[in-house]
């Protein structure tokens, strides 16, 4: 599995972005993908995370109500909408996958490049 993120960039805060991570190869209904995000000086930290049939869903708490994880079967990708952004959430994001994926980065076998978000106030 190989992953592709895009869609970060600089935006005001109050506003929105997309992020997408396309996946080349299979991800079965059991694969996990998730979200996670690293900020200058801090650890990874998780973003949000489902299991690839939707099933189950999870959201850190400083995301919930904000952002939304969301696939495209046909297109072998999976989103990232971002809204109401704030400087905090200014950071380094990598989209992930594993079958036994849940909200510890290190549950995670194939990792995307990262892609930058910028939040300003």
């Known amino acids: 599995v190989q992953l592709q993120a895009s869609g970060g960039g600089l935006v005001q805060a109050g506003g929105s972005l997309r992020l997408s991570c396309a996946a080349s190869g299979r991800l079965f209904s059991s694969y996990a993908v998730g979200w996670f995000r690293q900020a200058p000086g801090k650890g990874r930290e998780f973003v949000a995370r489902f299991t690839w049939s939707g099933v189950n869903t999870h959201y850190a708490d400083s995301v919930k109500g904000r952002f939304t994880i969301s696939r495209d079967n046909a297109k072998n990708t999976v989103y990232l909408q971002m809204n109401s952004l704030k400087p905090e959430d200014t950071a380094l994001y990598y989209c992930?996958?594993?079958?036994?994926?849940?909200?510890?980065?290190?549950?995670?076998?194939?990792w995307g490049q990262g892609t930058q978000v910028t939040v300003s106030s």
């Open positions: 992930a996958a594993d079958v036994n994926g849940g909200t510890y980065y290190a549950q995670y076998a194939y």
